[in-house]
């Protein structure tokens, strides 16, 4: 089989602001969750030199990494990302929004069991 290598690729000057702008929030969300650079990195499963490089913009983060940091941080991928997020027509139901709410004041180890709960329940759903 033939030689794989791994090809350099120059970042355009917005792909460069995108990447340190994504690495100041995903900084600044991290010191808001009251994470240290090393708990990111084993909530992650990456190391903490990965986790400072992200930080700085000096390395990308994975696209697929994406959703499980955004969770893990507590934001939207949209909101990670840097997007505005537009909202919806229709919010959600008072009911559901009062429960949002309600999640919002618990412990982060109340949160995060909460939140496993729910993305068990939305992968059985999905299958």
Same mark, same amino acid.
């Given at each position: 089989?033939g030689?794989l ?9 917005d792909?460069?602001?995108?990447? $340190?702008?994504l ?6 969300? $991290?010191? /808001?969750?009251n ?7 084993e909530?992650?499963?990456? !190391?903490?030199q !990965?986790?400072?490089?992200w /930080?700085?913009?000096?390395?990308? &983060? ?9 969770r893990?941080l507590?934001? !939207? ?6 997007? /505005? ?6 919010? &959600? ?7 949002? /709410?309600?999640i919002?004041?618990?412990s982060?180890?109340?949160? $995060? ?14 299958r």
């Amino acid at each position: 089989m033939g030689h794989l290598s791994l090809l350099a690729i120059a970042m355009t000057h917005d792909e460069k602001t995108f990447f $340190r702008e994504l690495g100041a929030r995903i900084a600044q969300l $991290r010191k /808001e969750q009251n994470l240290t650079q090393t708990q990111l990195a084993e909530l992650t499963g990456m !190391s903490q030199q !990965s986790v400072a490089s992200w /930080e700085v913009g000096r390395l990308r &983060p994975a696209v697929s990494m994406l959703p499980r940091l955004a969770r893990i941080l507590g934001v !939207s991928t949209e909101t990670l990302i840097g997007e /505005e997020v537009r909202p919806a027509k229709r919010g &959600p139901t008072p009911k559901l929004q009062q429960q949002m /709410e309600r999640i919002s004041q618990l412990s982060r180890t109340q949160q $995060r069991f909460v939140m496993q709960m729910l993305d068990t329940v939305i992968a059985q759903a999905g299958r």
